[in-house]
C-alpha cells in the first residue's frame, strides 16, 4: 500500500479539531491505560494498522504488559483484565458496532457500575475520537512507520 494524501497538510482546520476531541480523552479522569487498551481494541476491530502499531506503542511507554497487549484482541477469553477493563472494552466493541449493536440495554445495565455519568461520556468520546482517527487514517493509507 501507498500512502494517499496527508490529512494533516492537506486540511489542518479539520486536524485542529480532531486534536481539540483528541485532547478532551487526555485531560478526562480515564486511566491512561485504559484509554490505550479501548484504542488498541477499537483500532484492531477496523483494522487500522498504522493506529494499532501507535497504540500499542504508546501504551507500552506508560508502562503495559506486553502478555495483556497482545491479549486485548481476546479479552474475553483471559483474565488478565479487571472488570472495569472489561467494561470499558465491551462498550468500546458494542459502540464501534453500532449499526449491528445498536449498544443494547444489556451492555449498558452490565458497563453502567464502573463509571461515572461523567466518564461514560468521556470514554465514548475516546470511542468515537479513536474511531474517526481509525477511518482516517484507513482511508488515506497513513502507514506505521
Known amino acids: 500500500m501507498k500512502p494517499r494524501l496527508n ?18 480523552g487526555v485531560r478526562s479522569t480515564l486511566e491512561k491505560s485504559l484509554i490505550e487498551l479501548v484504542r488498541l481494541r477499537v483500532s484492531q476491530m477496523n483494522g487500522c494498522a498504522y493506529c494499532v502499531d501507535l497504540h500499542s506503542t504508546d501504551a507500552r511507554k506508560a508502562g503495559e504488559d506486553e502478555r495483556r497487549l497482545a491479549a486485548v484482541v481476546v479479552w474475553r ?44 461520556v468521556d470514554l465514548t468520546m475516546v470511542i468515537n475520537t479513536i474511531n474517526a482517527w481509525n477511518r482516517l487514517a484507513i482511508a488515506f493509507r497513513k502507514l506505521p512507520v
Open 7 to 24: 490529512f494533516h497538510k492537506a486540511s489542518p482546520d479539520a486536524m485542529k479539531a480532531m486534536m481539540t476531541l483528541e485532547q478532551q
Open 77 to 120: 477469553e483471559t483474565a488478565f483484565f479487571d472488570e472495569r477493563e472489561r467494561a470499558a472494552l465491551e462498550w468500546a466493541e458494542s459502540v464501534t458496532r453500532v449499526a449491528e449493536t445498536h449498544v443494547p440495554d444489556e451492555v449498558w445495565l452490565h458497563v453502567k457500575p464502573y463509571f461515572t455519568e461523567t466518564e461514560m
